[in-house]
């Protein structure tokens, strides 16, 4: 069971990304899905979490608004769109899953100590 995250790479601040995330040897239809990110230095963060039905999304504070997590299960993959970056975004992302959702005062969790499964990660860098 292993998931894959890509579709990094080097973009100026201002620029967009779209990162993916496909497993093998399961299918993503019965996870919940995490995009993770760690800058050198610095703990790993939940940027963005979606539930198993899609219907519940999570994302932290600073990426609100220029990120969009999403998923696609007929094609066994999740995304996240990554808008008008900014160089504090620059991080390695991970993608990682879950069998089931967990939910605190009704809003979606989404810690890494949540996942099951995680990929390698994919680097993401913004300049300046």
């Known amino acids: 069971v292993q998931l894959q995250a890509s579709g990094g790479g080097l973009v100026q601040a201002g620029g967009s990304l779209r990162l993916s995330c496909t497993p093998s040897g399961f299918d993503l239809d019965y996870y919940g899905i995490g995009w993770f990110r760690q800058a050198p230095g610095k703990q790993r963060e939940g940027v963005s979490c979606?539930?198993?039905?899609?219907?519940?999304?999570y994302y932290l504070d600073s990426v609100k608004g220029r990120f969009t997590i999403s998923r696609d299960d007929a094609k066994n993959t999740a995304y996240l769109q990554m808008n008008s970056l900014k160089p504090d975004d620059t991080a390695v992302y991970y993608c990682?899953?879950?069998?089931?959702?967990?939910?605190?005062?009704?809003?979606?969790?989404?810690?890494?100590?949540?996942?099951?499964?995680w990929g390698k990660g994919t680097q993401v860098t913004v300049s300046s």
């Open positions: 979606i539930s198993v039905s899609g219907s519940n999304t």
């Open positions: 990682a899953a879950v069998a089931r959702d967990v939910y605190y005062s009704n809003v979606l969790y989404c810690g890494s100590d949540g996942m099951e499964y």
